[in-house]
């Protein structure tokens, strides 16, 4: 078991991370990052903007650059506190790419070929399917057992990438010797699935080609309230939260995070009312709630200096677990290590 000392507390160490291909959304923050910010005081939390990940899709270089460095003071903007968690850049911990190679030599062909996402990625274009994007699973497997992570807040979606890593880790495990951490899924009490606003049976994605579909945190409130306006509802008038009234239920879901409300609390405010006087309600709430996360964003990305001391922190931090991982795996393959 990695399980840090700190005082006489012993925590468990938790790993995450979103890759550095956009700007991230009301989806990020609802479904993940708020968590994330609350699992800080009872673990040891590893949080990192993937832009190795990030490249298994093309990207501008000033875009991606751009991107990461957005992604990060997102972090920092919505609680991820540097002082309880590490947070990093992972493309400055070099062990990422390394132990994914050695990885690679125990994961199937067959594996990474059955992993949902490759095939949804890879079925749009022959131009977004490369070896990274074939790989991609094994980078994310390489993630987290460097930390010995014990604990993995992971969205449906992942969860197969996740079942990957563990079986490579007692692969690994198994053909040399105990190494690594089997990792398990962390499921939250409350995770909100916040739904495209355009097509609300769909997740909210920030590389959704319409982007109506989707809320930015670093949306301006004109474009806020323009996009839920605008969000597509279903038949019928009544503010009620069901299964078959999917646009409806995404807004009522959207209030009641931005309200810090439960769902029955806003269906019975609402009770006897229209769409016409919900929406511009949600408008007006999801407007308010994110305003204070843009502005605090605004502020961190000022201070160039600051970020980068920040990087350069989390990633000293996060080599030295990476290192003693990393070191111990290419001993037992059998790589020569130099002396003196
Ligand atoms: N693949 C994840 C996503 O797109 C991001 C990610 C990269 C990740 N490495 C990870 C998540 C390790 C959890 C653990 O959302």
Redesign the pocket.
């Known amino acids: 078991m990695s399980l840090v000392e700190l005082g006489n507390q012993i925590k468990p160490v938790i790993?995450?991370?979103?890759?550095s291909?956009g700007k991230l959304t009301l989806g990020n923050l609802a479904g993940?990052l708020k968590n994330w910010v609350k699992l800080q005081d009872q673990y040891n939390c590893y949080y990192?903007v993937?832009d190795l990940?990030a490249i298994t899709v093309r990207q501008v270089p000033a875009e991606l650059r751009q991107s990461t460095i957005d992604v990060l003071a997102m972090f920092i903007a919505v609680g991820i506190d540097i002082e309880k968690s590490t947070l990093f850049v992972?493309s400055h911990v070099p062990e990422h790419a390394e132990l994914t190679w050695v990885l690679n030599s125990i994961t199937g062909m067959g594996e990474c070929s059955r992993m949902t996402?490759f095939k949804d990625k890879s079925a749009k274009g022959t131009e977004s399917s490369n070896v990274s994007l074939f790989d991609?699973p094994v980078?994310?497997a390489a993630?987290?057992l460097l930390y010995q992570?014990n604990l993995?807040?992971?969205?449906d979606?992942?969860k197969q990438?996740?079942e990957l890593?563990r079986n490579l880790a007692t692969r690994f495990n198994s053909t040399y010797s105990p190494t690594f951490v089997i990792p398990e899924p962390y499921i939250p009490e409350v995770g909100a699935r916040i739904m495209s606003l355009q097509e609300p049976t769909k997740k909210m994605s920030k590389s959704d080609d319409n982007q109506n579909s989707t809320i930015f945190l670093t949306d301006k409130d004109e474009d806020i309230k323009r996009k839920i306006r605008r969000a597509v509802t279903d038949s019928g008038t009544d503010v009620t939260f069901s299964k078959d009234k999917p646009g409806i239920s995404n807004l009522i879901t959207l209030y009641s995070i931005a309200k810090n409300k439960t769902i029955k609390e806003v269906v019975a405010e609402f009770n006897g009312l229209t769409y016409g006087d919900f929406k511009p309600a949600v408008a007006d709430a999801v407007a308010d709630y994110i305003a204070p996360i843009r502005d605090k964003f605004e502020e961190i990305k000022k201070d160039k200096k600051h970020l980068n001391e920040i990087m350069k922190i989390g990633a000293e931090k996060a080599r030295q677990t990476a290192r003693k991982t990393l070191r111990k795996v290419y001993k037992k393959v059998g790589f020569l290590e130099l002396e003196g």
């Open positions: 790993l995450s991370g979103v890759a291909s993940a990192m993937a990940h992972q996402q991609y980078l994310m993630d987290i992570a993995v807040p992971v969205g979606d992942q990438h996740l890593t």
